[in-house]
């Protein structure tokens, strides 16, 4: 069997499960929800603590990484530079791994956390400094350095090894090519592309669903399907006109404006905010944050609050690591392990941080009893709701539905990418017309679901996909592995004997 049809084997078997789970979920979604929330109660109830020392080794073995001797091992050759300027990289990973998500949730986490605390009193001072240490925590250096493990993995072996870009390819070390490019390696690599799909389309429907929810509060636009399928439509048309110019323009000049548009919400956030309590609020839960890190990245407990906070955005960061760990792999070739971690590792953390001190605290300002009404209306609203009481609120909105448009442009553009070099057996430039097709699915089934249940239906195929992840916990377990084993081999080979030539 050559190359291409080991792409179309892996392709065509993907698309049939998808397409199964959706029809699925739309002709059924009381079955669907009702197995997809069981599966992941009892992953929640029983493996929680794997879920939470998982996530806690990946930041271990990052930051180990990093410092070791195999910091100075160049992801390629050793005379090759990077491909992208340090702004780009940053922009596009940054644009892919969270964009659409620090929109959807910068306010409405903090203040679900603010009116529903653990174990403090409500709209209390402690359910403040309660809300910004759990919003840093969730999307600080954990999510990251889940990407930065699998994205470390697929780059070394793409353009160190020059291996296919595929997910299965990190196992060489271990299984062998022959094992790699074997039904264990397919139903990686098959897996991968489900787990991507799921992601990025609850993803894609979020998105839609905050869109016109600020074009209801802006301009009184009733939030309806057929608007519903105006804005997804357009979007499509857009994405796809960019993955058609390619990464080196399409993606990379999407990802400048979006750090250059939330850069400028951020800046009108502060300033319509309370500044000064803002600074304030980011300092102090820096600094909860850092001196707590370690005993909650291991507490275990039987509080629902963790199950269906920590837990569940564990489970979904490693639901999403397939598809922003092969990006990410992607546009990080020529630079060594040392500055690929730390790019990877503190610029978005410092940048998250940032994000919901600002909106978070615009959130938290409301009060206790309008932030109840926001938590009640929906996290799709909260952002418009919570704007309205400040000056220049509707700029706000504003900026924040153009910059939640073009996160979902490159989104949606990074993923066709994605599952496009998943499907052709590792291409890293696939055709045309596989992105193309991925973009159709993923805006299709995005749609399928909204007019099926709205929200509730995007929320079970995000259930059921996070459920079907489960293994991608040992995936990556083993990547470190493999990892290790391949650069311990790279390092005696290319380092050790030339320190021994040069004594």
């Not at 997804?232 to 048309?237: G, K, L, R």
């Not at 275990?300 to 269906?308: A, L, V």
Request: proline content about 3%.
């Amino acid at each position: 069997m050559n190359r291409e049809q080991e792409g179309n084997q892996v392709f065509y078997t993907s698309l049939a499960v998808v397409f199964a789970i959706v029809i699925w979920g739309i002709i059924s979604p009381t079955s669907f929800g009702g197995v997809a929330n069981s599966i992941f109660d009892f992953l929640a109830g029983n493996f929680g603590w794997f879920y939470l020392t998982s996530m806690f080794s990946f930041v271990i073995f990052s930051i180990w990484i990093a410092f070791s001797k195999y910091g100075k091992i160049k992801l390629g050759k050793d005379d090759e530079e990077p491909e992208f300027s340090n702004l780009s990289w940053f922009a596009m990973l940054f644009s892919a791994g969270m964009g659409v998500g620090l929109v959807f949730w910068g306010v409405a986490e903090p203040l679900n956390h603010f009116v529903a605390p653990l174990g403090v009193e409500a709209g209390s001072q402690a359910a403040a400094e309660f809300a910004f240490e759990k919003s840093f925590f969730h999307w600080g250096l954990h999510p990251w350095a889940n990407y930065a493990v699998l994205a470390l993995g697929l780059a070394y072996m793409q353009f160190r090894k020059e291996k296919p870009g595929l997910i299965s390819s990190v196992f060489i070390p271990l299984i062998g090519e022959r094992g790699a490019q074997g039904p264990i390696g397919k139903l990686i690599d098959i897996l991968a592309i489900f787990a991507t799909v799921g992601g990025v389309a609850t993803s894609l429907g979020m998105a839609t669903l905050q869109i016109t929810s600020g074009f209801n509060y802006m301009f009184g636009i009733p939030e309806t399907n057929f608007s519903r399928v105006i804005v997804i439509t357009i979007i499509t048309i857009l994405f796809i006109i960019s993955a058609i110019t390619g990464i080196e323009k399409g993606i990379k000049y999407l990802s400048n404006a979006n750090v250059g548009l939330g850069a400028i919400l951020m800046v009108l956030g502060l300033i319509v905010g309370p500044t000064v309590l803002i600074i304030n609020n980011m300092i102090t839960g820096t600094g909860s944050y850092l001196g707590s890190i370690v005993s909650e990245s291991l507490r275990i407990t039987g509080e629902d609050w963790y199950g269906w906070w920590t837990i569940f955005y564990w489970a979904w960061w490693i639901a999403w690591a397939p598809f922003v760990g092969t990006f990410v792999a992607r546009i990080s070739k020529g630079r060594t392990i040392r500055e690929f971690v730390g790019g990877v590792l503190l610029a978005p953390t410092l940048a998250s941080i940032a994000w919901f001190s600002i909106f978070g605290t615009l959130g938290i300002e409301t009060g206790l009893e309008f932030g109840e009404q926001v938590v009640a209306a929906g996290e799709e609203t909260a952002l418009f709701m919570v704007m309205e009481h400040y000056p220049l609120g509707g700029v706000v909105s504003l900026v924040a539905v153009v910059l939640l448009t073009t996160f979902f442009i490159t989104s949606a553009d990074s993923a066709t990418f994605v599952l496009g070099t998943m499907s052709s057996n590792g291409d890293l430039n696939p055709t045309t017309r596989r992105r193309v097709t991925w973009g159709l699915i993923q805006s299709g089934l995005a749609l399928a679901l909204m007019l099926a249940g709205g929200e509730e239906a995007l929320g079970m195929l995000q259930t059921g996909s996070i459920a079907a992840a489960f293994p991608f916990a040992f995936i990556m377990l083993f990547c470190m592995v493999a990892l290790v084993k391949a650069l311990r081999e790279d390092y005696k080979l290319n380092f050790e004997e030339e320190s021994t030539k040069n004594s």
